[in-house]
């Protein structure tokens, strides 16, 4: 029989390697902030169009990296790691109720990888790059306030795309989270935006403020969007510590195809390692991004010199290589991390955890002497904490 979707699409807490994921993404994204600040600032190196370039293209490196810590730590080969991601994207792109034999042995279907691929990559530059447009033109309040309303976006694209219920407490607690973030923006505070990119500059006027709003605006939108997508077609719906706690794997087949279908056929199980270890999957979807931005977005990059819009610099200062590197690395980081929870956590929970990071980016900011501690500020930062606090409840 099939599920209900707010039963498909529950939020789960994931166990232990999902805190950890969480943690490591909130330390990721204010080392991002704090360093991508020290670039464009102190180093005075502001090529924001090249450092998304860089940064973005760095996301490669992500499931080589994984599996080289897997092959070091676990006696998994590299062939049946391989096989057992083949077999987990052929069984999420094909349609039917084949066996597993027949799924595995069915052909990845590369033109509709490539085509979700290259989806994925503008869904998720796109915010990125109408951030970097709209911060010289609008306030820094402003542009923080409506970005970080992709909380409140998500949370309605989620009840319309995956058919969940209007939850009185995920709506509070959405709400509570999003008038945080306003009253940690307009409390007095001067902390630097929280961003796709972490972008930062201290502007003293802004000629263009409702055309930078609503470039804002759309960037809200548009990852919001991304990431309700995710979850729904893109994300495996389940993952090793999930499977041991009895959680069903639906991907595109329905409940009635098996009786057990978190379970390997014993013919394949010395041949492939499925389900794929924990965060392996989102993995192999970052890396793909990352491999798309490396050979698609290079090109813009002639233009925008030839016609002044950003004059192509590489760098050259030792400091300005290594405050690159850092970025990129913490960027890794938040956004693997941020994809293996999406697929846990679901888009809700991850987005107003996600709004954590304001919390961390202000004490941040507060210990190397940019912002006072204000009123406004520890309220908002209160309210966000107590929004995603009501969120775990509601899933524990």
């Not at 209900?4 to 993404?25: E, H, I």
């Not at 990888?113 to 994925?120: G, H, N, P, Q, Y």
């Not at 794997?249 to 009635?256: F, K, V």
């Amino acid at each position: 029989m099939s599920h209900p979707p707010d039963l498909l699409y529950a939020p789960r807490l994931g166990g232990k390697s999902a805190v950890a994921v969480f943690v490591a993404v909130l330390l990721a994204f204010v080392v991002e902030t704090q360093l991508s600040q020290f670039l464009q600032t102190t180093l005075e190196y502001r090529q924001s169009y090249f450092i998304f370039y860089t940064v973005h293209s760095c996301f490669l490196l992500s499931l080589p990296i994984h599996l080289i810590y897997l092959l070091c730590t676990t006696k998994n080969g590299l062939r049946p790691l391989l096989r057992g991601l083949r077999f987990a994207i052929v069984r999420q792109l094909t349609t039917g109720s084949e066996e597993y034999a027949d799924t595995r042995h069915r052909a990845l279907p590369f033109a509709r990888t490539a085509f979700l691929v290259v989806l994925l990559t503008i869904f998720s530059s796109l915010p990125g790059l109408l951030w970097f447009a709209a911060v010289p033109l609008a306030s820094v309040t402003d542009i923080t306030a409506i970005w970080n309303a992709n909380a409140f976006f998500t949370y309605v694209f989620s009840v319309k795309l995956l058919g969940m219920n209007w939850g009185a407490l995920r709506l509070l607690a959405v709400c509570l989270a999003t008038l945080g973030v306003m009253t940690v923006v307009y409390g007095g505070t001067k902390a630097s935006p929280p961003g796709p990119e972490s972008a930062t500059k201290s502007i003293a006027h802004q000629p263009a403020p409702f055309v930078g709003d609503i470039l804002t605006l759309v960037a809200s939108l548009v990852y919001a969007f991304y990431q309700v997508v995710y979850k729904k077609y893109i994300a495996l719906p389940t993952d090793p510590d999930l499977t041991s706690q009895s959680a069903n794997y639906q991907g595109l087949y329905s409940a009635d195809d098996a009786d057990d279908e978190n379970q390997t056929p014993a013919s394949l199980k010395d041949e492939i390692v499925y389900p794929p270890p924990f965060g392996l999957h989102p993995n192999l979807i970052i890396t793909s991004i990352g491999m798309c931005t490396l050979l698609v977005f290079w090109m813009p990059i002639p233009f925008l010199h030839y016609y002044g819009l950003e004059e192509f610099r590489l760098p050259t200062r030792v400091d300005t290589l290594m405050a690159i590197a850092g970025i990129a690395a913490s960027a890794v980081v938040f956004n693997a991390g941020t994809m293996i929870l999406l697929g846990i956590w679901g888009p809700i929970v991850t987005s107003v955890g996600s709004l954590l990071t304001i919390v961390l980016t202000f004490f941040s900011d507060m210990l190397f002497g940019t912002v006072p501690l204000t009123f406004g500020g520890l309220m908002g930062t209160g309210m966000i904490v107590g929004a995603f606090a009501l969120l775990v409840f509601d899933m524990s």
